[in-house]
């Protein structure tokens, strides 16, 4: 799982530039995922986060939301900050697809991870952000 983890997130970073690497990144993330147990969170949490950016850069939305979510989900669970680092490239991917109902609603939860990214999601997702900001 290690080295495909490594591959898939190697491929996705150059698919910000380079779109072929989408289907390659892809195979190696999703072999890395499928070869995780719950012991290893954190590692499954940043791999699922380069599968999702690597969907949505592709333009598999509705996979790629699904992974985003999932990795948000862990996010929450583990509580890492090295996590929520990890999670701007899928931001970035994601606000590219914004116009989609279901990325916006990625979108706000991702902003809700970072506070100073609530604002950033909510407007994303054609919110306030006090919609989504709950410290207030």
Do not use: C, M, N
């Amino acid at each position: 799982a290690d080295l495909d983890a490594l591959r898939g997130v190697a491929l996705t970073l150059l698919t910000a530039g380079d779109r072929s690497h989408v289907d390659g990144a892809v195979d190696a993330l999703q072999h890395s995922v499928a070869g995780r147990d719950e012991d290893t969170g954190r590692s499954r949490a940043f791999e699922l986060t380069a599968l999702s950016t690597a969907y949505l850069r592709g333009g598999d939305i509705s996979l790629g939301v699904h992974a985003g979510h999932e990795a948000v989900d862990l996010a929450l669970r583990i509580r890492s900050t090295r996590i929520v680092d990890r999670l701007v490239p899928l931001t970035d991917a994601a606000d590219e697809r914004r116009s989609h109902d279901d990325v916006a609603d990625l979108l706000v939860r991702l902003g809700a991870l970072r506070p100073s990214g609530v604002r950033r999601a909510a407007s994303a997702a054609g919110l306030s952000s006090e919609a989504v900001d709950h410290t207030k």
